[in-house]
């Protein structure tokens, strides 16, 4: 009987371990560079929603005001010391296209509407006017001279005092922000003219030394009086 031949098939020749140590070597190489650029993305992705989703909370912001108000103001109708121009002009806030001046209505400490002509249905206006500073998209109010209003005026954060607290900060990061005003048949006329205010938002940041942005636009109907 034939003795049964003995297979030399077991472990690696000389070529195929080369071969593996080469490819090992190229790993090690790449797969650092390769997790470390997928998890900047992944960071840069995150971010990005991030701002976006704070560029949607801010223009929800100034979009629930507007649905409050009943249209938009040229310039402030209640002075303001710490306006653009002051003490020259107390008065010289103007909406235009980085800046809007809101006629919201007035209201009392119940949440009652205060009318200055109540034979007409014609509300008392508080001032809600949004601002950009830098990078820093503010909210400003300016309460009317009704002794019933329960709005309270704010101030720049520099100028802050005990009966005058701090404009709310609705956004930072912002590189653009501007506002459109458009009436019931889509033309762009005067703030005073406007059915709607069409209004955008850019934010941006920067992540491992990258600029990254994100917009968001929306538009909101003033409500009828």
Aim: with cysteine; hydrophobic share 40%.
């Amino acid at each position: 009987m034939a003795k049964p031949r003995l297979s030399n098939s077991a472990g690696f020749t000389l070529v195929e371990l080369l071969i593996t140590m080469v490819l090992m070597a190229i790993l090690s190489l790449t797969l650092p560079n390769f997790i470390a650029n997928w998890l900047q993305a992944s960071n840069i992705e995150q971010n990005r929603a991030n701002l976006l989703t704070n560029a949607e909370t801010a223009l929800d912001t100034i979009s629930n005001d507007i649905r409050l108000s009943g249209a938009a103001d040229l310039n402030n109708r209640w002075s303001d010391s710490h306006a653009p121009n002051s003490p020259a002009d107390n008065y010289s806030w103007k909406s235009d296209g980085d800046t809007l001046i809101l006629a919201r209505a007035a209201s009392d400490s119940s949440q009652n509407i205060l009318f200055s002509d109540p034979a007409k249905y014609i509300s008392q206006k508080d001032n809600v006017i949004y601002y950009l500073t830098g990078t820093t998209l503010y909210r400003r109010v300016l309460k009317s001279d009704d002794v019933n209003d329960a709005a309270i005026t704010t101030c720049p954060p520099a100028s802050v005092t005990a009966t005058c607290p701090a404009d709310r900060v609705v956004a930072t990061g912002v590189s653009a922000f501007s506002v459109g005003y458009y009436d019931a048949d889509e033309n762009t006329v005067a703030p005073t003219d406007a059915r709607s205010v069409q209004l955008s938002i850019t934010m941006q940041t920067k992540v491992g030394g990258k600029t990254i942005s994100a917009s968001y636009a929306t538009r909101m109907v003033f409500r009828n009086e």
